[in-house]
């Protein structure tokens, strides 16, 4: 067993980042000897996985190595019909030598089935090579399928002396414009994007991609008694918006009021309904007050925070951060730190 060959197969399977959700980013690798002789990942959502590409991208003259070949799966390939027939199968077939992945499938449709299948075909199997980098990769999906709710990433930015808007909220435009672009491919990464009822009537974002080539992520708002102004951005019907409330279930075109009972807490029911609409990540963008329902509420997995040197003396105090410090880069004049919960 050869971990480089399963950082070739991680590496590739982050290529279909931004377009295979709610499905992992999966990745595969076929060795014969020392030779790759095979290559894939699972390109979009709906079509082919890793294995089938992988199996795909072999030369005609190379198919009769694979018996005494090793597939190197990030994830365990799977058992079910899908959108697309089982990958145990193919590799079964096509009379695969081994397979090596990094992780069981959560879902709960493979779940162990996978490897069963491969192991009764008397195919030899390997699991938990890289486990963490192949949690990591797919932590919006591994989030989904154990925690049964979506990913959830707090985002914002705050000056050097730790506000992110203005006195009575009025907002400034705290981070640089690098850091405003990688906001927006953070939003292709995503499948929703949020913001609260104060954000949303004073900044009157559009929550779109505009500065990157990629996908809309589904918006999403709270606006308990549907007070928001129809003509805000949010509302124009340009993409999908799930506007939650305590007042009625609606669909207007492509703006979706969903009513959520005032008896319980907002947002793990925000979060069940989203999972329901298979919705595996969202990114916050704020305002405080949301920021904080989610940190006080412990339901989130990532904060990504941008400090810029601006000094504003007085105005709305972000959040504090919380869990374990993940990663520090510079972006522009601004620096970005991530940070990751704890369990
Ligand atoms: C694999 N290889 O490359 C991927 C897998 O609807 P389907 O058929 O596309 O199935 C989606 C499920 O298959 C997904 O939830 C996950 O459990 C697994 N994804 N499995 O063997 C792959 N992308
Ligand atoms: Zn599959």
Not at 51 to 65: G, T, V
Not at 144 to 159: D, G, N, S
Not at 298 to 308: A, C, K, T, Y
Request: contains cysteine; aromatic residues 6%; hydrophobic residues 35%.
């Amino acid at each position: 067993m050869n971990e480089q060959y399963m950082r070739r197969a991680l590496e590739l399977a982050a290529l279909g980042r931004g377009h295979v959700s709610p499905n992992p980013m999966v990745g595969c690798v076929i060795v014969h000897g020392d030779r790759i002789i095979g290559e894939g990942w699972h390109e979009r959502y709906g079509q082919a996985h890793a294995e089938r590409n992988a199996i795909r991208s072999l030369r005609p003259e190379d198919e009769p190595l694979l018996t005494d070949s090793t597939a190197y799966v990030t994830l365990e390939p799977c058992s079910h019909y899908g959108k697309q027939p089982p990958c145990a199968d193919l590799l079964i077939e096509k009379k695969i030598g081994r397979v090596v992945c990094c992780n069981d499938d959560p879902n709960p449709l493979v779940g162990g089935r996978g490897f069963d299948k491969l192991r009764a075909a008397g195919i030899p199997v390997e699991t938990g090579v890289l486990a963490e980098a192949g949690r990591r990769l797919n932590a919006r999906f591994f989030t989904f399928m154990e925690k049964q709710r979506p990913y959830v990433i707090l985002k914002w930015a705050e000056t050097t002396d730790g506000y992110l808007a203005g006195p009575g909220g009025t907002p400034v435009q705290i981070s640089g414009p690098l850091s405003q672009r990688l906001v927006h491919r953070w939003r292709t990464e995503e499948d929703a994007i949020m913001v609260g009822t104060n954000t949303a009537h004073t900044d009157n974002p559009r929550l779109n991609v505009r500065l990157v080539p990629g996908r809309n992520p589904i918006r999403i708002v709270i606006d308990r008694a549907l007070r928001l102004d129809a003509g805000l951005h949010l509302f124009d019907g340009s993409q999908p918006t799930l506007r939650y409330n305590l007042i009625k279930t609606e669909t207007v075109g492509q703006t979706t009021l969903v009513q959520l009972t005032a008896d319980e807490p907002v947002l793990p029911q925000l979060l069940a309904d989203l999972r329901q609409r298979s919705v595996q990540s969202v990114l916050v963008e704020g305002g405080t007050t949301l920021l904080n329902a989610f940190i006080d509420a412990g339901l989130w997995d990532e904060m990504r925070v941008f400090r810029s040197p601006m000094l504003l003396g007085a105005g709305i105090e972000a959040p504090t951060v919380r869990g374990t410090l993940y990663d520090r880069e510079r972006v522009g004049d601004d620096e970005l730190t991530t940070y990751r919960r704890l369990d």
